[in-house]
């Protein structure tokens, strides 16, 4: 259908969709292949999958061990926000040199007005081919356009478009075109749930209301008393009156620097120092708009087409020099600096990650800032020695004490669940509650607990022991009396691991000088695991 390219209604919306989006970046990133069978996990389920995946029967919201039973070669990542965000940013950009003003609606979709572009192209169907061109110069495949009167419609014609030619008329089988005026009809047969909630959504089921135009059917006044200002919007998303219209974004400044070495540098030294001026580039940037970045991500591309890439986090924020040191730890790591590479390093990128304003890392008015010499003196002791040589103390995850001990180089961040937030946060069966004590041995000390008898006290498979402790032991040294004891309180991990699985019992008690101790009672014997000073 011809579009008037001077009277074109400022409500028609062009939206670029790249399926599966969170499974293409993710495969990118980590050198998979897309068509292959491939699942984000979220908290134990599936958050997204691939197309061969869903064709093994896996969906979203299904649990692990049911996908991984119907597609036995499901490859599983951990799904990452950032990810989609950053690997959709270049996207974007190469866009917006196409079609000015765009607005991001999540990472894989991008809307934008269709009057401009349909005026420069030559009309819509020329606009939309422009789009993909674009997109399927940076190797996104599979990517659709829709183009309707709003982004709801326009959307939902972009998904379409794919499963049976344009739609409206005839086109490319990857661009749907709805004729304008058309919206309300096209989304009509479209379930409900596109536009309500869950909670809704049952409501109007319950009452027979499944498609969008059953609900557009309804008085608008009855659907707003009923379900408030969400149902209405949602009513008037439905009916085609959407009143959404597109908020071109301001393209953000760009900080990130990269360099292409030719021919490629084979050495970590050579490289290091060809890099020092794109670091001073780096940081000047983000320090002429009073900024500062407090974590990096650096990106490594070989001779042989391989990919390496880190996040590192700062104390403090980054300098030159220590954007140069990340880039030689990332490099080298059990290495040297001189030392050799085994494959050329044909292309460095760095990417903030964390950026901050200055003003939040001054010092206080009265000194309340940061200790510079111990920072000077530990970042300077870890440039020489590398990253792994300055570690500060941790609180992990664990039900043992000596498990919840770990050390983390100066700098990083805290370990992590594998499904988000803090490992010592987590719940954790059968871990000693608060207080905990203060002296933790890494080497457990054998100690021996004795009955009144001088028979060493036992524990049976029910948790009872054998008899009550009456004298203790450390490491060979003559027996004490005991004041107080109490337990013992099984812990029991990986229960279902025959190979792996562990059983002990913990105890507590109190010696003749009043120190207390934490006592633990496995296969071998009795070991002293921590003391309360």
Same mark, same amino acid.
């Given at each position: 259908?011809?579009v008037?390219?001077?009277?074109?209604?400022?409500?028609?919306?062009?939206?670029?969709?790249?399926?599966?989006?969170?499974?293409?970046?993710?495969?990118?990133?980590?050198g998979?292949?897309?068509?292959a069978?491939?699942?984000?996990?979220?908290?134990?389920?599936?958050?997204?999958?691939?197309?061969a995946?869903?064709?093994?029967?896996?969906?979203?919201?299904?649990?692990l061990?049911?996908?991984q039973?119907? /597609?036995?070669?499901?490859?599983?990542?951990?799904?990452?926000?950032?990810?989609?965000?950053?690997?959709?940013?270049p996207?974007?950009?190469?866009?917006?040199?196409?079609?000015?003003g765009?607005q991001l609606?999540?990472?894989?979709?991008?809307?934008?007005?269709?009057?401009?572009?349909?005026?420069?192209?030559?009309?819509?169907?020329?606009?939309?081919?422009?789009?993909?061109?674009?997109?399927?110069?940076l190797?996104?495949?599979?990517?659709?356009?829709?183009v309707?009167?709003?982004?709801?419609?326009?959307?939902?014609?972009?998904?379409?478009?794919?499963?049976?030619?344009?739609?409206?008329?005839?086109?490319?089988?990857?661009v749907?075109?709805?004729?304008?005026?058309?919206?309300?009809?096209f989304?009509?047969p479209?379930?409900?749930?596109?536009?309500?909630?869950?909670?809704?959504?049952?409501?109007l089921?319950?009452?027979?209301?499944?498609?969008l135009?059953?609900?557009?059917a309804?008085?608008?006044?009855?659907?707003?008393?009923?379900?408030?200002?969400?149902g209405?919007?949602?009513?008037?998303?439905?009916?085609?009156?959407e009143?959404?219209r597109?908020?071109?974004?301001?393209?953000?400044?760009?900080?990130?620097?990269?360099?292409?070495f030719?021919?490629?540098?084979?050495?970590?030294?050579?490289?290091?120092?060809?890099?020092?001026?794109?670091?001073?580039?780096?940081?000047?940037?983000?320090?002429?708009?009073r900024?500062?970045?407090?974590?990096?991500?650096?990106?490594?591309?070989?001779e042989?087409?391989?990919?390496?890439?880190? /996040?590192w986090?700062?104390?403090?924020?980054?300098?030159p020099?220590d954007?140069v040191d990340?880039?030689?730890?990332?490099?080298?790591?059990?290495g040297?600096?001189?030392?050799?590479?085994?494959?050329?390093?044909?292309?460095?990128?760095?990417?903030?990650?964390?950026?901050?304003?200055?003003?939040?890392?001054?010092?206080?008015?009265?000194?309340?800032?940061?200790?510079e010499?111990?920072?000077?003196?530990?970042?300077?002791?870890?440039?020489?020695?590398?990253?792994?040589?300055?570690?500060?103390?941790?609180?992990?995850?664990?039900?043992m004490?000596?498990?919840?001990?770990v050390?983390?180089?100066w700098?990083?961040?805290?370990?992590?669940?594998?499904?988000?937030? /803090?490992?010592a946060?987590?719940?954790?069966?059968?871990?000693?509650?608060?207080?905990?004590?203060?002296?933790?041995?890494?080497?457990?000390?054998?100690?021996?607990?004795?009955?009144?008898?001088?028979?060493?006290?036992?524990?049976?498979?029910?948790g009872?022991?054998?008899?009550?402790?009456?004298?203790?032991?450390l490491?060979?040294?003559?027996?004490?009396?005991v004041?107080a004891?109490?337990?013992?309180?099984?812990?029991?991990?990986?229960?279902?691991?025959?190979?792996?699985?562990r059983r002990?019992?913990r105890?507590?008690?109190?010696?003749?000088?009043?120190?207390?101790w934490?006592?633990?009672?496995?296969?071998?014997?009795?070991?002293?695991e921590a003391?309360?000073?």
């Amino acid at each position: 259908m011809a579009v008037d390219l001077v009277h074109a209604d400022p409500t028609r919306t062009i939206v670029l969709w790249c399926p599966d989006w969170p499974v293409f970046a993710a495969c990118r990133e980590s050198g998979l292949d897309p068509d292959a069978p491939v699942a984000l996990t979220v908290g134990g389920q599936i958050y997204a999958c691939s197309a061969a995946a869903r064709r093994d029967g896996v969906v979203r919201g299904l649990k692990l061990r049911e996908a991984q039973y119907r /597609s036995p070669e499901l490859a599983l990542l951990d799904y990452d926000a950032s990810l989609d965000v950053r690997v959709f940013e270049p996207v974007v950009r190469r866009v917006e040199e196409t079609v000015p003003g765009v607005q991001l609606i999540r990472p894989g979709t991008l809307a934008m007005r269709a009057r401009g572009p349909a005026r420069y192209y030559g009309g819509e169907d020329a606009a939309a081919r422009a789009l993909l061109d674009t997109v399927a110069a940076l190797d996104v495949v599979g990517a659709r356009v829709g183009v309707a009167d709003g982004p709801f419609a326009a959307e939902q014609a972009a998904r379409a478009a794919g499963a049976g030619g344009a739609v409206g008329g005839p086109g490319e089988s990857s661009v749907g075109i709805v004729a304008p005026g058309a919206s309300a009809a096209f989304i009509a047969p479209l379930p409900v749930r596109l536009v309500v909630d869950a909670r809704i959504g049952t409501l109007l089921n319950r009452l027979g209301v499944r498609t969008l135009g059953e609900f557009a059917a309804l008085p608008e006044a009855d659907v707003r008393r009923r379900f408030g200002a969400a149902g209405a919007f949602a009513h008037d998303r439905a009916a085609g009156r959407e009143q959404a219209r597109v908020l071109a974004r301001t393209p953000p400044p760009e900080f990130e620097v990269a360099q292409e070495f030719e021919p490629p540098l084979d050495r970590i030294d050579q490289l290091a120092f060809a890099f020092r001026l794109r670091a001073d580039e780096f940081i000047d940037r983000m320090r002429a708009k009073r900024l500062v970045c407090t974590g990096i991500r650096v990106e490594i591309d070989d001779e042989a087409g391989g990919h390496s890439s880190r /996040s590192w986090l700062h104390p403090r924020w980054f300098t030159p020099a220590d954007v140069v040191d990340r880039v030689r730890w990332q490099l080298q790591g059990a290495g040297t600096a001189d030392s050799a590479l085994t494959r050329p390093i044909v292309r460095l990128r760095v990417v903030p990650e964390r950026i901050d304003s200055t003003g939040n890392h001054e010092e206080g008015l009265w000194g309340g800032g940061p200790d510079e010499r111990v920072h000077h003196g530990l970042t300077r002791v870890q440039s020489m020695l590398g990253h792994d040589a300055v570690v500060t103390a941790a609180i992990g995850g664990g039900r043992m004490l000596a498990d919840r001990q770990v050390l983390v180089p100066w700098g990083d961040r805290a370990p992590e669940r594998a499904g988000g937030g /803090s490992a010592a946060a987590a719940p954790w069966p059968g871990s000693l509650p608060a207080l905990a004590p203060a002296s933790v041995f890494r080497e457990r000390l054998p100690i021996g607990l004795l009955d009144g008898g001088g028979a060493a006290v036992e524990i049976d498979a029910r948790g009872v022991i054998s008899a009550k402790p009456e004298r203790f032991a450390l490491a060979g040294a003559a027996p004490a009396p005991v004041r107080a004891w109490a337990g013992p309180w099984p812990v029991v991990e990986r229960w279902w691991d025959a190979e792996h699985a562990r059983r002990v019992h913990r105890f507590q008690i109190v010696d003749d000088d009043g120190c207390a101790w934490l006592l633990v009672r496995d296969d071998e014997g009795w070991w002293a695991e921590a003391r309360y000073d």
